[in-house]
């Protein structure tokens, strides 16, 4: 397996809601972090620490009330381009062609957009097109790792290893992230306020 797929694979089962399970298998993913790039594996040994020092019910509470009630924190990667218009629909259905073509058929009611979905395909399926649908969804990524950050979640880290892995944002990325701060999903209603502070509105190259 390829540090990209063992960095997806372990930022997949991060972003899962937190059970026993993944407790059981902190060790592991404590090794596997040891071996990857630092912009990668650095973010993720932090989280493990904040996993290992806090109760497992204190963790899924923080995990619903992030990912769960706040616009800002979806794991649905096209809520952010497309929001619930009928468009989203359009864009569920590339994720699960690209899942098929692989061999890969989803349990019934598991939207194929969700952000653990995509990692743990990218990591053992298909790394061609896990990666590719990751950088189709590139600007939402990144409006979700801002609003992480910002809210001082415990997840920010898990994104921040999620972005080092894929290719640099480039001009278009930036300005669709500047699109979005400035007026949220399809959805959003005229007046409503900015999807993200002013100071993170993007500006040139940089990420």
Do not use: C
């Amino acid at each position: 397996m390829t540090p990209h797929a063992m960095a997806w694979q372990t930022q997949s089962l991060l972003l899962d809601y937190p059970d026993p399970n993944l407790l059981d298998r902190l060790p592991l993913l404590r090794e596997v972090t040891r071996v990857l790039p630092g912009p990668v594996g650095a973010p993720l040994s932090g989280f493990l620490d904040h996993l290992e020092h806090t109760p497992l019910p204190d963790v899924a509470a923080d995990y619903v009330a992030t990912f769960d009630h706040r616009k800002r924190g979806s794991l649905y990667l096209t809520y952010y381009t497309y929001g619930d218009t009928r468009k989203r629909g359009m864009a569920l259905l590339r994720f699960t062609h690209a899942y098929r073509a692989a061999g890969l058929h989803l349990a019934e009611g598991e939207l194929p957009d969700h952000l653990a979905v995509v990692l743990e395909f990218a990591a053992i399926t298909d790394p061609d097109a896990g990666s590719r649908l990751l950088g189709e969804h590139r600007a939402g990524l990144e409006l979700l790792r801002l609003g992480l950050r910002d809210g001082g979640s415990a997840w920010a880290p898990v994104l921040d290893s999620v972005s080092a892995t894929l290719p640099p944002l480039r001009g278009r990325d930036h300005d669709a992230i500047a699109r979005l701060i400035a007026q949220g999903p399809p959805e959003e209603e005229v007046g409503l306020d900015p999807f993200a502070p002013p100071e993170y509105m993007p500006r040139g190259g940089a990420r």
